[in-house]
């Protein structure tokens, strides 16, 4: 999660750091990481990355204000293949 979390909010919290995240058609969730070609990495279905989010969120306290700038970022990095 501190990958995921760090990938989000730009922050270098894991090694090897995610630099991209996708949803696939499927509704599952992938990711690539630095110094890796393409998007190796299962994450899993994106309703439990959605579920996990709102959890890290809650448990951080998150203010009305940066519940909304995160849910923001969220969309802004993982791309959806679904489009």
Do not use: Q
Not at 39 to 49: Q, V
Not at 69 to 75: E, F, G, I, Q
């Amino acid at each position: 999660m501190a990958a995921i979390v760090g990938y989000i909010l730009d922050l270098d919290l894991a090694s090897p750091a995610i630099v991209e995240m996708a949803i696939t058609s499927d509704g599952m969730v992938l990711a690539g990481v630095a110094g890796d070609v393409g998007m190796n990495i299962f994450i899993g279905a994106e309703s439990d990355l959605r579920r996990n989010w709102n959890g890290f969120l809650d448990a951080a306290e998150a203010t009305e204000d940066e519940f909304a700038l995160a849910w923001k970022l969220y969309a802004r990095k993982i791309t959806s293949w679904r489009r």
